[in-house]
């Protein structure tokens, strides 16, 4: 393989064990602190029922998701621990971007593929995770990550199939990729 | 002595706080690590960079260990610890949707909120999709309900699950992580690729 000789152009990021590591002490601090694991799914989902309720509140009020959602926070869906944790999510990327001139307006894809095709693919995802996440009560974060910190059977299974299926399905979405 | 918030150590307000302060250490970690990168995140299913799972299960075999010291030491009460419930098809079919997902979106809904911050594009597109899945679930919860709700295992932990101790299970899991890391630098060298 005469690739592998050809130098690798590699934009710098810390070693990703110690990456790891530091993710897993931000994970053991927030078990410490506040009980539970990190999360990102549950504080979208947050922002989409304080929008319904904005937008549409009689349809919030007869539709069974919102009602109970509503029903098990009394103080307002934005009021959640998920929703502050994840605004300090957007200011620690984006300080760390600031940081090592990472910050750029961009569609990253493929030079095999427009990014029309990119962007296209990439509302396809999020609706799928969006669902799916929702489905399966967390996302990567609190589901598979947070889950499998804690020892949760759950968490294992989730990582299981989230990667799995994904494996599963890598050969037939090869040409957005490599 | 922890959880501080189930043992009232701190207030409510103070804990959201600390929840900001977590997500910056949270957002900061990933996108140091390359998380804001969907070429960098799909690498680890075809090899050319495994980064996902160096640093995911780096992160998970740290937080497993240092739990069970913590709660060892006295310093946590890993019983006040949310464990994540297990609903075992809803888990099962949730996470092979969000499997197709991160295929073909090339993010998941952390990473997505990371790479929008520092200005991808594709990752806004990402988190718009993300709002319009979590908004089709909510509509068709009704029907969704059963499925949802049922078979519903309680919360129990794997060595629960396999009836071993909590430190033969983390031990065996660190065993399978070193190897598959070994796996993942092997996959690097053998499948490289170009930065785009």
Same mark, same amino acid.
Not at chain 1, 28 to 41: D, H, M, P
Not at chain 1, 117 to 142: H, P, Y
């Given at each position: 393989?005469?690739?592998?000789?050809?130098?690798?152009?590699?934009?710098?990021?810390?070693?990703?064990?110690?990456? $790891?590591?530091?993710?897993?002490? =931000? #994970?053991?601090?927030?078990?410490?602190?506040?009980?539970?694991?990190?999360?990102?799914?549950?504080?979208?989902?947050?922002?989409?029922?304080?929008?319904?309720?904005?937008?549409?509140?009689?349809?919030?009020?007869?539709?069974?998701?919102?009602?109970?959602?509503?029903?098990?926070?009394?103080?307002?869906?934005?009021?959640?621990?998920? =929703?502050?944790?994840?605004? $300090?999510?957007?200011?620690?990327?984006?300080?760390?971007g600031a940081i090592f001139n990472r910050l750029k307006f961009k569609v990253e894809h493929s030079p095999k593929?427009?990014?029309?095709?990119?962007?296209?693919?990439?509302?396809? $995802?999020?609706?799928?995770?969006?669902?799916?996440?929702?489905?399966?009560?967390?996302?990567?974060?609190?589901?598979?990550l947070s889950g499998m910190g804690v020892l949760s059977l759950g968490g294992f299974i989730s990582m299981a199939f989230i990667f799995g299926t994904a494996y599963a399905l890598a050969w037939f979405f090869r040409k957005n990729w490599i | 002595m922890g959880p501080l918030i189930n043992n009232n150590l701190i207030s409510q307000n103070t804990n959201f706080f600390l929840a900001f302060l977590v997500g910056i250490g949270f957002g900061f970690v990933l996108e140091?690590?390359?998380?804001?990168?969907?070429?960098?995140?799909?690498?680890?299913?075809?090899?050319?960079?495994?980064?996902?799972?160096?640093?995911?299960?780096?992160?998970?075999?740290?937080?497993?260990?240092? #739990? #069970?010291?913590?709660?060892?030491?006295?310093?946590?009460?890993?019983?006040?610890?949310?464990?994540?419930?297990?609903?075992?098809?809803?888990?099962?079919?949730?996470?092979?949707?969000?499997?197709?997902?991160?295929?073909?979106?090339?993010?998941?809904?952390?990473?997505?909120?990371?790479a929008a911050s520092i200005g991808k594009i594709d990752a806004i597109f990402f988190i718009g999709g993300l709002f319009l899945g979590i908004l089709i679930f909510a509509e068709a919860y009704p029907m969704l309900e059963p499925l949802y709700k049922g078979s519903f295992k309680g919360s129990p932990t794997l060595p629960q699950a396999l009836g071993l101790k909590d430190g033969v299970v983390v031990l065996g899991i660190i065993f399978v992580a070193l190897g598959m890391f070994w796996a993942g630098e092997w996959a690097e060298r053998k499948f490289p690729r170009e930065e785009y």
């Open positions: 393989m005469s690739e592998s000789n050809k130098p690798i152009k590699k934009t710098w990021y810390i070693n990703p064990y110690l990456g $790891g590591v530091l993710l897993g002490l =931000v #994970l053991i601090a927030a078990n410490f602190v506040s009980g539970r694991g990190l999360g990102a799914s549950g504080a979208a989902k947050s922002a989409v029922v304080a929008t319904v309720n904005t937008v549409a509140p009689a349809h919030a009020d007869k539709t069974l998701f919102y009602e109970e959602y509503n029903a098990s926070h009394a103080e307002g869906p934005l009021k959640s621990w998920l =929703v502050f944790q994840m605004l $300090g999510v957007i200011v620690g990327a984006f300080l760390s593929i427009t990014s029309r095709r990119r962007l296209i693919f990439a509302v396809i $995802g999020g609706i799928l995770f969006g669902f799916g996440s929702q489905l399966g009560r967390g996302c990567t974060s609190g589901s598979a | 140091v690590s390359g998380f804001s990168s969907s070429r960098k995140l799909a690498g680890v299913f075809y090899g050319y960079d495994t980064v996902v799972l160096k640093v995911f299960f780096t992160a998970a075999i740290v937080a497993m260990v240092g #739990l #069970l010291f913590m709660s060892l030491f006295n310093w946590i009460d890993l019983d006040l610890v949310y464990i994540n419930p297990t609903y075992l098809w809803s888990t099962i079919i949730g996470g092979a949707i969000m499997g197709a997902g991160f295929i073909t979106g090339g993010f998941c809904p952390g990473t997505g909120f990371c």
